[in-house]
Every structure is written in C-alpha cells, then in structure tokens.
C-alpha cells in the first residue's frame, strides 16, 4: 500500500475529479440543474435508487471537490459545504438536534453564534447553557439529560481562550454527547479537532479557507452517519454554498499551510513587540508565554494562529484612537485575509450582544483585536504606533 498523502499534497490534490475533458485545474460547474438521460434516469437520480447530479440546491461537482478536499485535511469521513460559517452552524443544530434539546456551549464563541443559539434556538425549544471556555469542569457540570452538542471555539473569538479539545472530548463522550469545535481561527493547517477526539468540525470558510476575503462560504466535517443528517437538512432547507464561492475557497485551500504559517509568524512577532509597548495594558496571544494556556496551545496547535488581540491602557477612546490612525491595516470585522485587519469588538463583532454578556465573557471596550496579514510586521506594527502614541 502506498503511504498516505502528507497534509501539503491533499491541500493541493484531494478531492479533484476531471470531467471528460481531463482539464488540470478544478473545474467551476456553473449550474443549477443536471439534464437526464430519460425519465427512467429521472426517477432514479430522484429516488436515490441512482446516485449522480440532479439540482444546484443538493449538489455539484465543484461543490464535492470543496466537500472532499476538506474532509481530506480535517482528517473526516465527510464534509457538507453550507453558503456561510453562520449557516452550517445552524445545519448542524437543526440537524442533529430537536425542540427540547440543550447546549453546553463555550462563553467565549463568536457574537453571532451567541446570538443565534440565545435569540432564534430559544424560540424553538433549544436551551443553552454558557461556560467559562477553558474550565472542562464546567462543561460536565451543566450537561443535562437533554443535552446533545457541546460547543467551542478554540482559539475563540476575541479573546483567544484555548480549551483543550481532547479533555473535553473525554467528557463529552463519557456523556455522550457530541463536541463540535469552531475551527475558524486555527484551520486543519494548525490544528485538527477530529484527530483530538472532537465530533464535528464546523468552519466559517469565508476566513482562511479562502484566505483572500473574496467569497462567503461554510463547512460541516464529521461521521458519515452525522454528516448524512447534516446533508438532509441541507437539501431540503436550502443553505446551499453557490459553486463559484465553492470553486474559489477549493482553490485558496492549495495555499492554506503556507498562508497560516507566515501569517502565524507575523502574528508571533506583532505579539512580541506589542507586549513590550508601554502603552499596552495586555497581549492575548497563544504564542506567548504569558498567555494562560500557553503549553495547551503548544500541544494542540502547530501554531500560534494569526490573531493577535490586545488591550490598550484606558478605554473606548484610546482604543478607537489607534483604529482611526491606522492608513495600512484595513478597519473592518473581517478576518482570515492576507490584508490585516483591526477592528474593536465591543462596539462591532460583539456590540449586539448585551453589555452583560459582553463583560461575562471578559469583552472591554479597551480591546482590539487585529488580524494578521502578509504585508510586512514592521509595516504592521508602524502603522499601530500611530495611535498607540
Ligand atoms: C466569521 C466567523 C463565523 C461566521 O462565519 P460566516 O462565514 O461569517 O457566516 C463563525 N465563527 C467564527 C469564529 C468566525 O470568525
């Protein structure tokens, strides 16, 4: 048996499938339908009875490829491509979870997913308890006999909070329930939750994946038997990826590792020079040594990511005094790009949720968190002097 291909050549060569004109690049299959051979064909293909292509909500070929190549660096059976991160978060809970149900869900998780697990799953009959993101002990102690997921972010968003996947797995099977992990900020470059025990994988593929901040995109990797569910909601519902977004993440996916590297060196070092600026209160960064879980994220991740968030000394005006001086770094919520990013959570990515939740999960308006690129760190840092004074 030949030996497995390394992560680098399935970033490059998993998934693909050539039409019959053997083209060496993926191909984008600009479709909505698929043309039968008879009605026989028609019957089956709808049926099940014959597997092959039948409607741009169920599938597509550049779609699969996406699917395949994702599962491949994941480390899952399969993957379901969705149209955003939010979306196949919301696959995945209207999938594998039902009115009555409960969550036990990090603190520390993306504003949007607090608010759909708090605003629109409550109205349906979904409870959910919120943890402190790194106490394992607190996860146990909030499961329930209805509940069915627990969920984190690791690292989370913004804080960059490290929980250790594979002593929450140990809990999260001994309870038997599922552990889905938000991969967003490592990828499957740095960190493969799968591997570490963890359940299911759910990206916001609209960040890294693409990695060049073109197109809105989402996945759901796991079992074949969860990912099935996953897919039946999918098709029926309809927050289907459109294949041109597929076709463009499949393609930023080739460079993934090489991105994450670099950009997770630039991080390292912004962190260095940031923790040593007198006018930094504090660096949130799991490359540091000062970070809380420091030797977790050694273990569990082949780097530090390239989110860098720090606190300013004061408050909401310091803090958005460096925003409004920077000329470089690009003042928007997005992440996950080659051009670094800055944006203040508490008024942006974590102004909706309110000022309690905020102050709960440790979110103060003298926080910033900026999203490292591949400009050059001495541009980066040049351009955060300005307003740190
Ligand atoms: C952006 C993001 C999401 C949501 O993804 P969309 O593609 O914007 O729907 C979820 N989780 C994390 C950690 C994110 O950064």
Known sequence: MAKKPDFDTLAVRAGQERSQFNEHSEALYLTSSFVFENAAQAAARFSGAEKGYVYGRFDNPTIDMFQRRLAALEGGEACVATASGMSALLSTVMALLSGGDHIVSSQSVFGATVNLFSTILSRFGIETTYVKATDIEAYKNAIRPNTKLIFIET??????????????AQVSRAAKVRLAVDN???????????????????????KYLDGQGRVLGGAVCGNKADMEEVYKFLRTAGPSISPFNAWVILKGMETLRIRMEAQSANALELAQRLEA?????????????????????????????????????????????VVDDCRLLSVTANLGDTKTTITHPASTTHGRITQEARAAAGINESLLRVAVGLESVDDIFGDLLSGLG
Not at 155 to 168: E, G, T
Not at 299 to 310: C, L, M, N, P, T
């Open 155 to 168: 690292p989370s968003n913004p804080l960059m909070d490290v929980v250790d996947i594979a002593a929450l």
């Open 184 to 206: 967003c900020f490592c990828t499957p470059a740095l960190q493969q939750p799968l591997a570490l025990g963890a359940d299911i994988v759910i990206h916001s593929a609209t």
């Open 277 to 321: 600026h007198p006018k930094v209160a504090r660096v949130l960064y799991p490359g540091l040594a000062s970070h809380p879980q420091h030797a977790l994220a050694a273990r569990q991740q082949s780097g530090g990511g390239a989110i860098v968030s720090f606190e300013v000394k004061g408050g909401r005006n310091e803090a958005w005094r």
